[in-house]
């Protein structure tokens, strides 16, 4: 399910020279703000989780998790590239499973190392906090990884969509509005960060149990979904 010319062409586009610009300055920007608060404030456990939890997984890690997502299919569905790819002797199930891969790895690097580091810098990782949040922020990934995968084979304006569902409903409803909570990928990935941590710096309005089923439905489910619109795609292109 993996497939290495896949992979290098999809590494291409998503590290794109304006897509690479993003993915390195929101994880700098995120070290800038950490260094800056732990040399106002100090080493403070709160407010460690407080950065962590408030600009790294609720705004950094899904944003990077769109430029990730749609930026491994998106523009060759743009610019018809991805004809020439599906006519190669490539299942379908391996070109969406290599996307997903590379992904979920560029999501990763740019949000989870970045996170573990801030929280290093912020309280040098006190009641495990650096540690919570960076598992997280590793989980998080994986399904906005898949979702916004999905989203670039559903629409030719998945960035706009994604940024729409990361900044308003993660963002914004995700953290703030109770009953929406329980259908954040942020709340998910959090309960399981919140085994992690140690106190209670790092919660979560979701059990471990439900966190780990949704994770799962949300990623196998937008993945399967997502091939199935390459197959479709496909076929039309054959028509």
Same mark, same amino acid.
């Given at each position: ?24 300055? @929101? ?15 100090? &080493? ?9 939890? #408030? ?18 299919? %998106? ?29 979920? #790895? ?10 573990? @580091? ?33 989203? #670039? ?28 909570? =329980? ?9 399981? #960060? ?8 790092? =919660?979560?309005?979701? %059990? ?12 196998? %489910? ?13 076929? &039309?292109?054959?028509?």
């Amino acid at each position: 399910m993996y497939n290495s010319t896949v992979a290098r062409l999809t590494c291409r586009a998503v590290l794109g020279r304006r897509r690479a610009l993003i993915l390195f300055a @929101l994880p700098a920007l995120l070290l800038v703000i950490s260094v800056s608060v732990r040399a106002l404030t100090g &080493a403070d456990d709160q407010i460690a989780a407080n950065v962590l939890g #408030g600009f790294a997984l609720a705004t950094m890690v899904p944003l990077i998790g769109v430029i990730a997502g749609t930026g491994a299919i %998106g523009p060759e569905i743009d610019d018809g590239s991805i004809v020439y790819l599906l006519a190669k002797p490539v299942k379908r199930p391996t070109i969406i499973a290599t996307k997903l891969i590379v992904a979920i #790895g560029v999501t990763v690097a740019f949000s989870a190392v970045p996170t573990l @580091l801030a929280g290093y810098l912020l309280n040098g990782n006190s009641q495990q906090v650096a540690l919570a949040y960076a598992v997280a922020a590793a989980v998080a990934s994986v399904a906005y990884a898949a979702l916004f995968l999905l989203f #670039g084979t559903l629409t030719r304006h998945a960035v706009v969509f994604g940024l729409v569902y990361a900044l308003v409903w993660e963002s914004l409803f995700g953290s703030l509005v109770p009953g929406a909570k =329980t259908l954040s990928v942020q709340q998910w990935a959090l309960a399981l #960060g919140q085994k992690v941590g140690a106190g209670d710096l790092v =919660t979560s309005d979701v %059990g471990p149990t439900t966190a780990v089923v949704l994770l799962a439905l949300v990623t196998v %489910g937008a993945t399967l979904y997502a091939g199935q619109k390459l197959r479709g795609l496909t076929l &039309a292109g054959e028509e």
